[in-house]
């Protein structure tokens, strides 16, 4: 190959890999399943090993320090560093309003935070994204000691495990801690709906959509779980005190 065709070959290297970024960096459109097939794009570019790193330039900076924060999501997720949260839905700065906490549960102050996320920013999408292999469940499900602040954070887990416990008697170990891993994803979004009238009425409205994803730690890939079982019955019911 001679140095012209070389340089060709690199030129359009350059400007598809630009173009993908550009189209990655895009705004998506406002509605939540446009929204979540955007981060479910940018999930199989991070697990297939090709991400375009949408939105992390000087020029991005630049414009969310100007003209302020449009998140297109509210996350809820578990700090466990092997969870990057922007990474594994290859999104940029401004892009994700993410809530970070140990067990990716549902709190007082995970809530108020949320809220900020779908009332004041306008988000469309809220995903509570638990994952594979989690740290805080594990010690609940296996009844490890906890100390400090800690134990009464893992109260908020404590429902989960037993619902799970619940749902299947028999199980045990591994099994047992990834069942209640999946029912600690609906008890945080339970407790936001029984605790949150602005997130209950805007989701009862039909202006917010709230659903629960799993993020696998080992392969990198997001499994969507859809809206919460029992919903409807949720945000018809009373909502429950503050605690």
Known sequence: MNMSVLMIAVGIICWACMAQADSAGSVPAKSPEDVQQVLSIGNERYVSGRP????????????????????????????????????LFDRGIGDLFVIRVAGNVAGTNEIATAEYGVDHLGTPLLVVLGHTKCGAVTAVATGAEVHGNLSKLVDNIIPAVQKARANKPQATGDALVAESITMNIWQAIEDMFARSEAIRAKAKAGGLKVVGALYDIETGKVSWLGGHPKEAELLAGAPAKTH
């Open 52 to 87: 375009a790193y949408p939105n992390i330039d000087q020029r991005r900076r630049t414009e969310t320090a100007s003209q302020g924060q449009h998140p297109f999501v509210t996350i809820i997720s578990c700090s466990d560093s092997r969870v990057p949260v922007e990474a």
